[in-house]
Structures are given as structure tokens and as C-alpha cells.
């Protein structure tokens, strides 16, 4: 794997795709607590709210929105109605320890 790891083309060593999900408030608690996960959303909806609630924001979550946050330290939501896709690319921690590679640095 370690090899395969030198030619990796991304930061993120995982990813995720939701569709149609609500999401209610919630951290990651798997996700590297010093790197960002970043969250693309698309679709045909409306409506749609992004909440990170222990910084007192929401955002409009639009389809075409990029949002990037510690999703391990900030909670966080997706209200919508309609069709949606979420991408989220992400780094778990657990990742890097199996293959020995050294951990992010805060971001």
C-alpha cells in the first residue's frame, strides 16, 4: 500500500457520497481532528441549509457549495428539500497508522 500511497492523487484518503440524506448535527468523530473534510454538494433542491452550530453559523447550501471545516471538532447539519448529493472527501487517521505514514499537520 505504501506504494500506492506515492502516487495518490488526493490529500483525502477517503470519500463518501450521500444522496438524499438529511443529515442532523453531528461530529466525526473517526476524521483526523487536524485536517479539514470538505463537503460538495449537487442536486435539484432548495432550500438548503448548512448549519455549524458550536461556531453559530449556517450557511445557504446551494447546489454547487463547497463547505471545508474540521468535521471532527465542529458539529455540524444539512437541512433540504428536494434531490441532493453530497461528496465529501475526508482523512482518517486510522488510515495513516496502518500504513505508517506520518499524520497532517493542523490545517
Known amino acids: 500500500i ?4 506515492q502516487l495518490w492523487a488526493s490529500v483525502f484518503n477517503c470519500a463518501a457520497v450521500s444522496c438524499n440524506r438529511q443529515c442532523p448535527l453531528h461530529r466525526d468523530l473517526r476524521s483526523a481532528p487536524k485536517g ?3 463537503m460538495t ?3 435539484h433542491y432548495c432550500d438548503g441549509l448548512m448549519t455549524l452550530s458550536n ?3 449556517q450557511l ?3 447546489s454547487g457549495t463547497m463547505v471545508a ?3 471532527h ?5 444539512v437541512t433540504f428539500t428536494g434531490d441532493h448529493i453530497v461528496w465529501t472527501w475526508f482523512i482518517h487517521d486510522s488510515l495513516h497508522n496502518f ?5 497532517p499537520q493542523y490545517a
Do not use: A, M
Request: glycine share 18%.
Open 60 to 62: 445557504r447550501y446551494n
Open 55 to 57: 461556531l453559530g453559523i
Open 41 to 43: 454538494s449537487v442536486g
Open 99 to 103: 500504513v505508517g505514514t506520518p499524520q
Open 36 to 38: 479539514f473534510d470538505v
Open 69 to 71: 471545516c474540521s468535521g
Open 2 to 5: 505504501h506504494t500506492h500511497l
Open 73 to 77: 471538532n465542529v458539529r455540524h447539519g
